[in-house]
């Protein structure tokens, strides 16, 4: 099974900022296992934690929570927009690609990507 995990800044958007784009590239990625047989499963970090219902007692279990996803994913799909600004964003990716070795795929606005700290940079793999 082929697991894909959807990173990308949360802190600060309302829940349809953090969840849209999200939601359309996992309904994408269905329907697209679907006509090529690949199981997969998509991990949207929204779905489990998010800022509009607290279902967390404290930030070290969000954090475990998706950095565990993250580690054990065979992609990470980034999303450009607000990344520069999202700590644990950026942590995931460093976790994913340092430490892990798992590719990268960003989208978004290609001057998003310029104006990032070239270790940023680094950890992402490609930009579509």
Known sequence: MLKIYLCGKMSGLTFDEMNSWR???EDALKIKS???GTPTKVINPVTYYNFEKKRHQTEIEV???????VITSDIIIVNLDGLKD???TIIALHDA???HR?????????HLYDELHPWVQNDITRVE
């Not at 954090?63 to 996803?69: K, S, T, Y």
């Not at 798992?102 to 290609?110: H, L, M, R, S, T």
């Open 34 to 36: 679907g006509l090529t």
């Open 23 to 25: 939601k359309k590239i």
């Open 97 to 99: 690609h340092y430490h």
């Open 102 to 110: 798992i590719p990268v795929i960003a989208f978004g606005n290609k």
């Open 86 to 88: 999202s700590i644990g």
């Open 63 to 69: 954090e475990e929570f998706d950095l565990a996803h």
